[in-house]
């Protein structure tokens, strides 16, 4: 079994940045990709980011040029440097890896006041 565990999370003003973490533990045989998900109240769970093993990485259109994931593979973890935060980037920021399995982390809340 894989546990991931977010941290990071919190309050910014508008045009603040934050960083997110997730560390993955557990039974990993080989991580494919790991990246970041968000979900904010009344809209659907979408992809913000990701990396795979080789390091190539994709966003959303709306995050292109603020935000910017990373890996530690030796760690397991991943990144989320977030720049320039804009109040609709307030959301739950979900980890998720790609292993044999999928596996999601519990979320961690991120609000962007304006």
């Known amino acids: 079994q894989v546990q991931l565990v977010e941290s990071g999370g919190g309050l910014v003003q508008a045009g603040g940045s934050l960083r997110l973490s997730c560390a993955a533990s557990g039974r990993i045989f080989s991580i494919n990709a790991m990246g970041w998900y968000r979900q904010a109240p009344g809209k659907q769970r979408e992809l913000v980011a990701q990396i795979t093993s080789g390091g190539s990485t994709s966003y959303a259109d709306s995050v292109k040029g603020r935000f910017t994931i990373s890996r530690d593979n030796a760690k397991n973890t991943v990144f989320l440097q977030m720049n320039s935060l804009k109040p609709e980037d307030t959301a739950v920021y979900y980890c998720?890896?790609?292993?044999?399995?999928?596996?999601w982390g519990k979320g961690t809340l991120v609000t962007v006041s304006s």
């Open positions: 998720k890896c790609q292993s044999t399995l999928n596996y």
